[in-house]
């Protein structure tokens, strides 16, 4: 019933409002005689969707469809010595740990990072790497977490390549989610 409402919601307030914004967008800055974006849609001959249909949900789509997953995903290069001596420090292997750039740390809100690092703690045998916003905080939190290694910025696309990392955590934003799904790692979802 949610679903309904907001759909009706969607299409008969937000989608109207959007519209009209985005017209407005188009008549400033290529004139009074550029198309309606509402002709455009009617006349548009392909749609390409940065996604592999593979792992898209399945559904009813137009034949003017079509997938090109991994456009702009890059190849995993091997890690830095840093790095890789950190991913050989782990007996077991490395989990790797990021909410992306759009959700830092800091507004995690701190009894949620103090339930983390306790759930990381009890898995000693495997390196838990987490990018985190600003190490320099926080440090009481992680004192007695020597498995649980926080960095400002990771080589995301690189780590999901090698073999050490046996699983994700992630906010499941759409380039995190193509980039495990080509690597193959197991992830484990937090919707934010």
Do not use: C
Not at 69 to 95: E, Y
Not at 118 to 129: I, V, Y
Not at 133 to 158: G, I, M
């Amino acid at each position: 019933m949610f679903d309904l409402l907001r759909h009706t919601y969607n299409i008969n307030f937000v989608v109207p409002s959007l519209m009209a914004r985005y017209n407005h967008l188009l008549e400033e800055t290529f004139g009074p005689t550029f198309p309606k974006v509402e002709e455009i849609e009617r006349n548009v001959d392909i749609v390409m969707v940065n996604s592999n249909e593979i792992i898209e949900k399945p559904r009813p789509i137009s034949h003017k469809i079509k997938y090109i997953g991994g456009m702009g995903r890059k190849t995993a290069k091997p890690l830095d010595k840093d790095f890789d001596k950190l991913l050989d420090s782990a007996r077991r292997g490395v989990v790797l740990f990021s909410f992306g750039t759009q959700v830092p740390s800091k507004k995690v809100p701190i009894e949620i990072r103090r339930n983390f690092v306790a759930a990381f703690k009890q898995f000693p045998d495997f390196l838990f790497l987490w990018k985190y916003d600003n190490v320099t905080t926080d440090s009481e939190l992680f004192a007695d977490a020597p498995n649980v290694h926080r960095v400002e910025w990771l080589p995301q696309t690189d780590l999901l390549g090698d073999h050490r990392v046996k699983a994700f955590i992630s906010h499941m934003g759409l380039n995190s989610f193509l980039e495990s799904s080509a690597a193959g790692v197991p992830v484990l979802s937090i919707p934010l």
